[in-house]
């Protein structure tokens, strides 16, 4: 769980660092910072699913049923996200290009913080990591990828106010759920009890 914990308090920390201001939402006046966290949380869940995708057909069948969930999940928050910000009246050329601003390639730039941790930077790297794992570990490396980004989402979809939050946050705590039989023992009571 080192990589989750630490991504979670290095999260918390940056996220208590605020937001600079964008333009407010066109359509229902959600402010900038909740319209630039559904961008951001859009994106994480798109590739929480990307990986998924990347690796179901790869998984042992014991692993597979967990891996459809977890895709289920995900695409279903994906499509509430989506219709969010259509109802804040982005496109999602929009919310791309306000992803890039806060988030873009990682890069740090001199004497910038970070105002997001969003592990779509990683997708190479994880995506390598998953295509190097034998099957027997496979489940095993997706569940401890999946318990970060979980743990990144809730921190997202915990910025967000209203219900479009609210329902976020399930999603995310449902996917810690889902994920638990994957995850290391150690891991997996938390995952299961979130």
Do not use: K
């Not at 961008?39 to 597979?64: C, I, K, M």
């Not at 390598?128 to 490396?141: R, V």
């Not at 399930?170 to 638990?180: F, K, M, N, P, S």
């Amino acid at each position: 769980m080192t990589r989750a914990v630490g991504v979670a308090a290095v999260a918390t920390l940056l996220m208590a660092i605020g937001l600079g201001r964008l333009p407010n939402s066109r359509a229902t006046g959600s402010t900038s910072s909740d319209v630039t966290t559904l961008a951001v949380l859009s994106a994480h869940v798109a590739y929480e699913g990307a990986l998924v995708d990347g690796v179901r057909a790869r998984l042992s069948p014991a692993d597979a049923p967990v891996a459809i969930a977890v895709r289920s999940l995900t695409a279903t928050l994906g499509v509430q996200l989506s219709a969010a910000l259509r109802r804040d009246g982005q496109t999602p050329a929009e919310a791309g290009a306000i992803w890039a601003r806060v988030i873009g390639d990682g890069a740090v730039p001199p004497s910038r913080v970070l105002l997001y941790v969003c592990s779509v930077h990683a997708l190479e790297s994880d995506h390598a990591e998953l295509d190097a794992a034998p099957p027997s570990a496979l489940g095993g490396l997706l569940g401890e990828i999946e318990l970060t980004l979980a743990l990144e989402g809730r921190q997202l979809a915990n910025r967000l106010t209203g219900p479009v939050g609210a329902a976020a946050d399930h999603g995310q705590r449902e996917l810690l759920h889902v994920i638990a039989p994957l995850v290391i023992s150690s891991d997996r009571a938390f995952a299961a009890s979130a």
